[in-house]
């Protein structure tokens, strides 16, 4: 892909729709992150990927569940950005290192409710959402419920945006994840 075609935008250069979003993430992070100068090319993604995932953290999943289904789109999707990011957030919420290296890797995650997450996860994906009934019943079984099944859903739908958008653009890593490469 072109990086050209994918600027990395700055407040002056950005369509006039990004701009009020660039400032609140700005303002937010610290910093523009690079992934949000490149989405910025399309304001409604950008601003619907951001509303989306807000959304998804106001679910009744819990963090570290909403963080397992994140990583795993992630590592799924190959967002090199989306991994460090993600990496980041479950080491601040204090996540077990093996829980972090199984889903960067794409292995079975040794917490059972966990693991749970990412492989309804996973079987949502493959079937379109056809899930049968063993593989809900699965999920529901580690305490999740009917409403969880579909924030999997909420959540699959922000974070397919949010990676396949950073892998079309090329954004690169910003110097803030880089240790959590």
């Given at each position: 892909m072109s990086?050209?075609?994918f600027p990395d935008h700055t407040l002056e250069?950005?369509?006039p729709a990004a701009r009020r979003t660039m400032?609140?993430?700005t303002k937010k992070q610290g910093h523009l992150p690079a992934a949000v100068a490149r989405l910025a090319t399309s304001p409604e993604l950008l601003d619907g990927f951001l509303k989306i995932s807000a959304i998804f953290e106001s679910t009744t999943l819990d963090p570290l569940s909403r963080e397992v289904l994140i990583l795993?789109?992630?590592?799924?999707?190959?967002?090199?950005i989306c991994v460090a990011m993600h990496t980041a957030r479950l080491t601040a919420l204090g996540a077990d290192p093996e829980l972090i290296g199984a889903l960067r890797e794409q292995r079975a995650v040794p917490d059972e409710r966990l693991e749970a997450v990412r492989q309804f996860t996973l079987s949502v994906i493959a079937r379109s959402g056809a899930v049968d009934d063993a593989?809900?019943?699965a999920f529901l079984g580690h305490g999740y419920t009917p409403r969880n099944a579909l924030e999997v859903v909420l959540g699959i739908g922000a974070?397919?945006?949010s990676t396949l958008g950073n892998r079309m653009t090329g954004a690169p890593m910003d110097p803030q994840m880089a240790a959590f490469a």
């Open positions: 990086a050209s075609a250069t950005a369509p400032e609140a993430v795993t789109m992630a590592t799924r999707n190959e967002c090199h593989t809900l019943q974070y397919t945006m």
